[in-house]
């Protein structure tokens, strides 16, 4: 018993020295990491807080910094108290909501500018700070759509440049992909082309919520196709001409002895008076 009392004793002065104890607040920002947004919007970023009670923060404060470093200068957006839902931020477009377990900033119309590393820190009321932070990034537009080919394994690779989310699509010869065609990946970035020879034109499109670009590779033309079509309709003429010509030939021969035959008869007749 006294042991134990010994250790209760050694136990206590390591728990006075924790600044926070078991209560301990922690702070993660909900929004799936990287935020893309596009220009002119609003970036909403939402933190949850913990324990589940706003009385033991005493500050909440958001700031930004640059994603690569180069400016090491970290702005700060909005310092609120913690006990004050709404608070305005240190621009007119800036404004923090704190709710029970929450904080959110919203930034109105969000530019390049806007762009960088954001951190929510969080003050107790003994002075303890926890922080979380997130990168921001502006939505960006399609750009530079290529198609290339890998002739040995019959492949079409579709890529683009720095698009967000880009989502991909094949066109052939301006329609859908059939399986005659081929099939396509499930990232949509490659063509399994299964026809041969490789012919005809192939698109690619890249798509997302500001647009789409799109970039054709042309094969040689399908020219099997084109000649046995040229030659069904030559052997057709040809046929043609000949049944015309045999028919023509029946009638000039029916005719020429029809006239024959008359003239034999009328010599007949001459003879016969």
């Excluded at 939505?139 to 002739?151: P, T």
């Excluded at 440049?161 to 880009?166: L, V, Y």
């Excluded at 041969?196 to 799109?214: A, M």
């Excluded at 043609?240 to 028919?247: E, I, M, N, Q, R």
């Amino acid at each position: 018993m006294g042991r134990q009392c010994f250790l209760c004793w050694r136990f206590v002065p390591l728990l006075l020295l924790m600044p926070c104890g078991f209560q301990c607040m922690s702070v993660h920002i909900i929004n799936k990491e990287p935020v893309h947004v596009i220009p002119g919007t609003s970036l909403v970023l939402k933190a949850r807080i913990e324990p589940e009670t706003m009385d033991a923060v005493s500050m909440v404060t958001w700031e930004r910094e640059d994603e690569t470093g180069i400016a090491a200068e970290r702005v700060t957006l909005a310092t609120c108290p913690g006990r004050i839902l709404k608070c305005a931020g240190t621009r007119p477009s800036v404004s923090v909501n704190t709710e029970q377990q929450e904080t959110t900033l919203q930034i109105n119309g969000y530019s390049r500018a806007d762009s960088g590393v954001y951190t929510v820190t969080v003050m107790d009321q003994k002075g303890a700070k926890t922080h979380a932070q997130c990168i921001v990034r502006e939505y960006e537009a399609v750009h530079h759509v290529s198609v290339s080919i890998n002739i040995s394994h019959s492949l079409l690779l579709c890529g683009e440049a720095w698009g967000t989310d880009p989502s991909f699509s094949w066109l052939y010869e301006k329609a859908a992909i059939t399986q005659t065609v081929g099939t396509v990946s499930k990232d949509g970035t490659k063509l399994f082309v299964s026809m041969t020879p490789i012919c005809g034109h192939f698109t690619c499109i890249v798509s997302n919520k500001l647009g789409h670009s799109s970039d054709t590779y042309t094969a040689a033309p399908c020219e099997t196709e084109s000649k046995g079509t040229m030659a069904a309709v030559v052997c057709l003429v040809l046929l043609l001409l000949l049944c015309g010509g045999v028919l023509a030939f029946l009638l000039w021969r029916r005719r020429h002895k029809h006239i024959n035959r008359g003239e034999r008869l009328h010599e007949h007749v001459d003879d016969t008076i």
